[in-house]
């Protein structure tokens, strides 16, 4: 099955809440990134972390990686209505080789105002 | 320093036409990647090029699809004999060109994507 599994699919919320997002993998990692896209638009980098890093902080942005657990999550507070998107993580790692990110099928986040 | 740029942002092609998808990298990048994105999914890995070479086309049909990286001029992922289930978006990435080779922490840049619809 597919390695990057994003949960909830799908998620409603709020504005002025927070939004915690997962992602699951299979195999080992070198690097995981989560990436935002507005409806119809391209692909927007918002943070990579690596393997050997378990917590990375980015404005409203909160990554954490489980290795052990081979689990990711990336926490949005104070959410706004223009975070309304869809979230991928990305993984690349030794057995697809570096360059090879596979992406999981995404959480589709909706703020309300 | 523009970013990836692709073009056409749309295009509609009716089934058995020929689909041209142009990708140029950022500037001093020399490291593609193409990805197709169905409705509703993640992005797929297609190939790997760096110029005038193919290093991965693992994630490529192995029929009516094609991608090349001159040396001069953009990248160029072609579909043949275009089907319905070929509409998606199509993204392209870049990578720089580090001494040695990629690092372990490649970080891609994507382009804003095609959309091809197949009539």
């Known amino acids: 099955s597919q390695q990057g599994e994003e949960d909830p699919q799908a998620l409603s919320i709020q504005e002025g809440e927070n939004a915690t997002m997962n992602c699951s993998y299979k195999?080992?990692?070198?690097?995981l990134q989560w990436y935002r896209q507005n409806s119809g638009r391209g692909l927007v980098h918002l943070i990579l972390?690596?393997?050997?890093?378990r917590e990375k902080h980015s404005g409203r942005l909160r990554v954490t990686l489980d290795t052990s657990k081979k689990s990711s999550s990336l926490l949005i507070t104070a959410s706004r209505a223009a975070d309304t998107a869809s979230y991928f993580c990305?993984?690349?790692?030794?057995?697809?080789?570096?360059?090879?990110?596979?992406f999981g099928t995404g959480t589709r986040l909706k703020v309300l105002a | 320093n523009a970013g990836v740029m692709q073009n056409p942002r749309h295009l509609v092609r009716r089934r058995g036409q020929e689909a041209r998808l142009r990708c140029s990298p950022m500037?001093?990048?020399?490291?593609v990647y193409w990805y197709r994105q169905l409705p509703e999914e993640g992005l797929k890995f297609m190939v790997y090029?760096?110029?005038?070479?193919?290093?991965?086309e693992s994630g490529m049909p192995k029929e009516r699809f094609s991608a090349e990286f001159p040396k001069e001029g953009p990248s160029i992922l072609r579909i043949q004999q275009v089907v319905r289930g070929d509409s998606a978006a199509y993204f392209c990435?870049?990578?720089?060109?580090?001494?040695?080779?990629?690092?372990?922490?490649?970080?891609?840049?994507f382009g804003p994507g095609t959309r091809l619809t197949v009539l």
């Open positions: 990305a993984t690349s790692g030794a057995t697809s080789g570096t360059y090879k990110y596979i």
């Open positions: 195999t080992s990692i070198n690097n």
């Open positions: 972390i690596r393997s050997n890093e």
């Open positions: 500037k001093g990048h020399s490291h």
């Open positions: 090029l760096q110029k005038e070479n193919i290093i991965d």
């Open positions: 990435a870049s990578s720089p060109n580090l001494a040695g080779g990629i690092s372990s922490y490649n970080e891609q840049f």
